[in-house]
């Protein structure tokens, strides 16, 4: 993912003084689907973050959803996961100047790389990594830039986490990295192939009452379904 997403330009560490975040390399089992070896930056947070918001839909949207799917037959949703969400994301750059590069005041995320990773060189962070505080944030801002400018939706004032497509009718809520979009079939279809061209994204099944459809999926860790009597969740 480093290196696929234009992560980092790599500057020579004697070319710059100032604040440096060290990083490790860490394992994990995302969801059972397997180990990995990924670099987490230890930039641990150290006080209350402005206009941020934890991007997890109240669970009203969720059953407002359901309920409104249950309303029409026709209709079927689709969950699509972001791909690496963090490292698609520009990096937030500190307001004031972080250090100097070749004695000129910058305004930078520097990361010192694990050892064995870009030896005698530090990383200039254009994109967010794992573990950064504004890594969270800043795929909020890009994914919702994205939906609104790319996708022509219009964002709830309420509920930061719901979208709509008022032309298509395609009503959309964010979890994370992951998303779940509602509408008429054509409609939805044509919605998460325009999504995949502006997100690197994994695109799930089809779940509706189709010969051809997924009749389950996983949404805000819940599991939910359709059967010919209506949607249900657990």
Not at 127 to 144: C, M, N, T
Request: glycine share 8%; aromatic share 10%.
């Amino acid at each position: 993912g480093i290196e696929h997403y234009k992560v980092r330009k790599l500057i020579k560490k004697e070319r710059w003084r100032g604040k440096v975040i060290p990083c490790r390399w860490i394992w994990d089992n995302p969801r059972g689907a397997g180990w990995r070896a990924r670099i987490v930056v230890k930039n641990f947070r150290d006080g209350e973050e402005a206009n941020i918001f934890a991007a997890t839909p109240d669970n009203i949207v969720f059953k407002y959803f359901l309920s409104d799917l249950a309303s029409d037959p026709e209709e079927v949703c689709c969950i699509v996961d972001a791909k690496w969400a963090f490292l698609q994301s520009p990096v937030k750059l500190p307001q004031d100047p972080s250090g100097e590069l070749d004695g000129a005041p910058e305004k930078k995320v520097i990361v010192d790389p694990p050892p064995g990773v870009d030896d005698g060189y530090y990383w200039d962070c254009q994109s967010s990594v794992p573990g950064l505080r504004s890594a969270s944030r800043s795929y909020q801002d890009h994914s919702s830039t994205q939906y609104q400018e790319g996708m022509k939706c219009d964002r709830n004032a309420q509920e930061p986490c719901a979208y709509m497509n008022r032309e298509n009718k395609v009503k959309m809520q964010q979890h994370g990295d992951d998303a779940m979009l509602k509408g008429t079939r054509k409609a939805v279809i044509e919605m998460t192939k325009k999504m995949q061209e502006l997100i690197d994204c994994k695109v799930g099944p089809i779940i509706g009452l189709g010969p051809m459809d997924a009749r389950e999926g996983l949404f805000l860790k819940k599991n939910f379904g359709v059967i010919p009597q209506g949607w249900w969740y657990e």
